[in-house]
Nanobody, 123 residues
Framework: QVQLVESGGGWVQPGASLRLSCATTGFTLHYFSIGWFRQAPGKEREGVICSDKELRGNYYADSVRGRFSISRDNAKATVDLQMNKLEPEDTGVYYC????????????????WGPGTQVTVSS
């Protein structure tokens, strides 16, 4: 059974850092892409960053390039999202999801999703 569970969300002040983790079960992580998405209140879900399968590379939304990074540990079946220099605009529920390839513009390609974790950036 495929499952993804996010952890590490919380409240931070602008400029701070936060690290989210996505724990996966039910599939071999090496052969799949993991994307992180976020949804702010009243806004559509947005693709943030993606770790492509088989070490093919990472993909970033322009809004987070240079501030966010992604890493995976295939042995532990986890994918982490490191968020630095957080801004109030980064506030939202963050989700990890699994797909056969990375395309952050096509959320429908990501077939399984975690329940999400809240990130709030405010002073």
């Amino acid at each position: 059974q495929v499952q993804l569970v996010e952890s590490g969300g919380g409240w931070v002040q602008p400029g701070a850092s936060l690290r989210l983790s996505c724990a996966t079960t039910g599939f071999t992580l090496h052969y799949f892409s993991i994307g992180w998405f976020r949804q702010a209140p009243g806004k559509e879900r947005e693709g943030v960053i993606c770790s492509d399968k088989e070490l093919r590379g990472n993909y970033y939304a322009d809004s987070v390039r240079g501030r966010f990074s992604i890493s995976r540990d295939n042995a532990k079946a986890t994918v982490d999202l490191q968020m630095n220099k957080l801004e109030p605009e980064d506030t939202g529920v963050y989700y990890c999801a699994v797909a056969l390839h990375c395309d952050l513009t096509r959320a429908s390609d990501f077939k399984y999703w975690g329940p999400g974790t809240q990130v709030t950036v405010s002073s």
